[in-house]
Nanobody
């Protein structure tokens, strides 16, 4: 069974940084397509970043140049490094992955993913 556990959220001032972690079990991150999405109150869940099984990354335009998606294969954990945070980055952030039966490319659609974590709250104050 695939399980994703996010951590690292919190309250930070605008311009600050946070690193979100997603510990994965039941799926090997070194070959997995994974993503980060976020959902602000009253809004739909939106794509933030993706990584393919080969290690290519894709970022939403709104976070390019500020966020970085990486993985630690030894820890079977992925990370979202968030710098220069803005109040509009405030949301619950979710880690997600695809079933190993599906191709591990780069995906930015909610429906492309099969497993989700419980989310971690990020609040950026102005």
């Amino acid at each position: 069974q695939v399980q994703l556990v996010e951590s690292g959220g919190g309250l930070v001032q605008a311009g600050g940084s946070l690193r979100l972690s997603c510990a994965v079990s039941g799926r090997t991150v070194s070959s997995a397509a994974m993503g980060w999405f976020r959902q602000a109150p009253g809004k739909e869940r939106e794509f933030v970043a993706a990584i393919s099984g080969s290690g290519r990354t894709l970022l939403a335009d709104s976070v390019k140049g500020r966020f970085t998606f990486s993985r630690d294969n030894a820890k079977n954990t992925v990370y979202l490094q968030m710098n220069s945070l803005k109040p509009e980055d405030t949301a619950v952030y979710y880690c997600t992955t695809r079933s190993e039966q599906r191709y591990s490319g780069l995906y930015r659609q909610f429906a492309d993913y099969d497993y989700w974590g419980q989310g971690t709250q990020v609040t950026v104050s102005s």
